[in-house]
């Protein structure tokens, strides 16, 4: 399944060779790529393989989610990181595990807002 917003990140000469596997799409070679990605889309949705963009306030929603349970998460992680540390003897590599978890939630966690500062950019814009 593809999505218009995949089709918009593709090259002209992409669109092209795309564009040649549909019968339908007749002078593909002298058409502008915004062009091209309005006919493969009408192409795909009559073999109904376009798949459906999901609304912003959908995506924004399931972000706030997944941040949600990242947090969770990571609160569990520290909370095992100290319990390591409270001990004499720590257990180095379960340490090094747990510390390695954490900095990919924060990663992950970024991530997720700066996807939702993009969002509300392009919402307000609407």
Known sequence: ??????LKKMTA????EMAGE?????????????HLVEVIAEALKKRNELEEEKLDSEEIK??????????????????EKKEILSKE???????????????RLRRKL???RKREAYLAKVTSKK
């Open 89 to 103: 003897e720590h257990d180095l590599d379960k340490l090094k595990e747990v510390r390695n978890k954490v900095k």
């Open 22 to 34: 549909f019968p339908e799409i007749q002078g593909a070679h002298a058409m502008d790529k915004d």
């Open 110 to 112: 970024t991530r997720i």
């Open 13 to 16: 000469k992409k669109l092209r």
């Open 62 to 79: 399931e972000l706030e989610e997944q941040k949600k349970k990242y947090k969770e998460e990571m609160k569990k992680l520290i909370k």
């Open 1 to 6: 399944m593809t999505r218009i917003s995949d």
